[in-house]
């Protein structure tokens, strides 16, 4: 009769979780095909990358199931455009011509003081940063300066030195951000004696749009391809391929390689809808 020893016991359970274990790898794609492990963040209408937004704030709206909206970059007006410098306007006639290129979605939205950058914001911040706002202090004093004297007017000066030098573009994206309509307005409130305003917690921090880097019509296609894609999956599979990705490590297949992998960190599955 066959001796029984539990050392035959240990090597069969070792040799059933080695072969689970290679099943289970086989199962696993862990070459970069896998989206878990590399995202493919610039190839075209595979996905919308969102700026500007607090991953705790997103994460809080949408499991307590409120929908939200995503919000373009709003479309320039001529005003703004000649404002910028994007556009000249002959003072002899009503022709227009471009001083420069029109901007693209990033490079406007920057200009209208919206964060660009794609990493992820860890606390609330002010509507202008420190260092803008050192630029709104300072021209708030160079209107004032000069009514300290009396012999000054009160109406023009301001006017005469910007002709010499015109504010920067971050200075009028900056009052903007603070909610004055223009130049004007902004020197009306210091000849006025108004109280210069000051920085706030923007309020798209705490709302249900979810800001992206492009204009309007972009963001239409773009959301109209996503959509049908993600109809086509749950047709065919029954399953849904929608997720809010919040969070990317970046890392390399080797020490010698050059070209970073993204892989998302948490995800949370979203469905999209038309708009009515």
Known sequence: MAEY??????GSQAYILKSLEDMRRKLLDLT?????????????????????ELPDQLFRTL??????????????????LQKFGFLDKSQDSTDEKNKKSMPDAKNWAAKLGINTSYELLSQPKDNVSAEDYQQVVK????????????????????NNALQSEPPSERLIAALMQLGYKDLGEFELDAKAGKQLRTPSIRASLADTQIQTLYYPSELEAMLRSLHGKAQVAIEETGAGILYLALGFLEWFESEDSDKPRLAPLFTIPVTLEKGK
């Open 5 to 10: 020893s539990s050392s035959d016991d240990d």
């Open 32 to 52: 970069s095909r896998n989206r878990l492990l590399n995202f493919p963040v610039a190839q075209k209408h595979s996905s919308l990358r969102i700026v500007d």
């Open 63 to 80: 499991i307590s199931e409120e929908p939200m909206q995503f919000a373009g970059v709003p479309d320039p007006s001529r005003h703004q």
């Open 139 to 158: 021209a708030w004093q160079d209107i004032l300066d000069p009514l300290k004297d009396n012999a000054t007017s009160r109406s023009g000066a301001w």
